[in-house]
């Protein structure tokens, strides 16, 4: 839900595309989430709030609680994500540590916001959360690799209320293989293996965002329920290894899984020296004096100016999305567009803007209910499955 006074804000991006009152209602009526959110990693970052309305054009940040409120995203899953390291003893204890630290920064701002945001585990606690007017915070893991190899640590993080994870990143794992390095174990491990069945046995998501096509292809013949991948798009589109094919997109549809789609990996990345430093130090705004803030912005104003972003837009996104929903049908598709972790385009580049989508796919014919299973419902239905499949076991 989102207030009036966020309804009356426009938020206009540079494509002109504004959304209606009309839009801007059915968007607020909608329950709207989001698959893949990295935002936890800004919860450690000194001086750094979740209950702060930042502005991105200054520490990058895409979303905060004032911006989830205006536009109009109930929440999502909170990622738990952690970098590949090396796979020995000290590197799983040092990626188990990070992992520990981060779940228990995301512990710390729920119970630090509790008349705004509430952890839900079901589908039925999300409506409940959102009927009261908090924010729905679900948790994931954005690779399993501080499970180090004990899968009992799996049921431990699903007490912390955890509800899916990935197995691997962008470099190969103990449990499998990634879409972006080369293939060490031809598709899961043995004891990649193991975890997709105690990810089944538990009840909790499997993403394959990040896996490679023959990890992918395991995961199909193996898991007992369906699964989804929280942030990733068409290779129709973009022809990316983290993208799938559309071949594979029909099976995970008729597996009655979810492709959450994502804002990145829509074309090939624009990289700017000059750019890229001045983003280095967006960094650490919160570290910077008034006047180290002041030279950020003039510099960047200056670079933008002289050499203007050409990465992908809010029409590239859009086409990805109607891709999607072509191939694989209403049923089956989602947004997982990963924000705060490298995610958002030209004219979406925050959170603020989400009631674009909403009108754009009113503009193209979809009706209110079936953006609202766009929105939560299909990735809600595969949470359910899931539950449902742990009980039966």
């Known amino acids: 839900m989102i207030s009036l006074l966020a309804l009356a804000i426009a938020l206009s991006g540079p494509d002109g595309d504004t959304p209606s009152p009309a839009d801007r209602l059915a968007h607020q009526q909608m329950l709207v989430l989001d698959t893949h959110i990295d935002t936890p990693e800004l919860f450690e970052h000194p001086g750094w709030k979740f209950d702060e309305w930042h502005d991105r054009d200054f520490d990058k940040s895409q979303i905060d609680l004032p911006r989830m409120e205006q536009g109009g995203l109930d ?24 992992a520990l630290t981060r779940e228990m920064w995301i512990q710390r701002v729920v119970a630090a916001n509790p008349d705004k945001m509430e952890f839900a585990t079901t589908p039925e606690d999300a409506y409940r959360i959102n ?3 908090k924010r729905i915070v679900f948790q994931s893991i954005e690779n399993s690799y501080p499970l180090g190899e004990d899968l009992t640590l799996l049921k431990w993080y699903y007490d912390q209320g955890v509800r899916m994870a990935g197995p691997i990143h962008f470099r190969n794992n103990q449990f499998g293989d990634s879409a972006t390095d080369k293939p060490k174990w031809n598709g899961l491990s043995p004891l990649g293996k193991q975890w997709v069945a105690e990810m089944n046995r538990l009840g909790m998501i ?12 395991q995961v199909l013949a193996l898991s007992k329920v369906p699964f989804i991948a929280s942030h990733s798009g068409p290779r129709a589109i973009f022809n990316h290894p983290r993208n799938l094919d559309d071949e594979r997109m029909r099976k995970l549809a008729k597996a009655g899984g979810v492709l959450q789609v994502n804002s990145v990996y829509l074309v090939a990345g624009d990289h700017d020296a000059e750019r890229n430093k001045i983003s280095d130090r967006q960094d650490n705004w919160h570290a910077l004096s008034d006047a180290e803030q002041k030279k950020l912005i003039a510099d960047k104003a200056k670079a933008d100016a002289t050499n203007p972003y050409q990465g992908a837009d809010f029409e590239l996104f859009m086409k990805s999305l109607l891709h999607c929903i072509a191939v694989m049908g209403v049923d089956h598709v989602g947004i997982g567009a990963d924000w705060d972790g490298g995610g958002g385009v030209r004219g979406l580049e925050d959170i603020t803007a989400l009631p674009k989508v909403t009108a754009r796919l009113r ?6 209910a079936d953006i609202e299973k766009i929105w939560s419902g299909n990735v809600l239905r595969v949470l359910k499955a899931v539950e449902d499949g742990a009980a039966k076991k």
């Open 75 to 98: 929440g999502g899953f909170f990622a738990v994500y952690t970098g590949q390291g090396p796979l020995t003893p000290e590197g799983y204890a040092k990626a188990r540590d990070g």
């Open 131 to 133: 009927k009261a007017g």
């Open 206 to 217: 499997i993403d394959v965002s990040h896996s490679s096509d023959d990890v992918f292809d």
């Open 363 to 368: 503009k193209e014919g979809f009706s209110d």
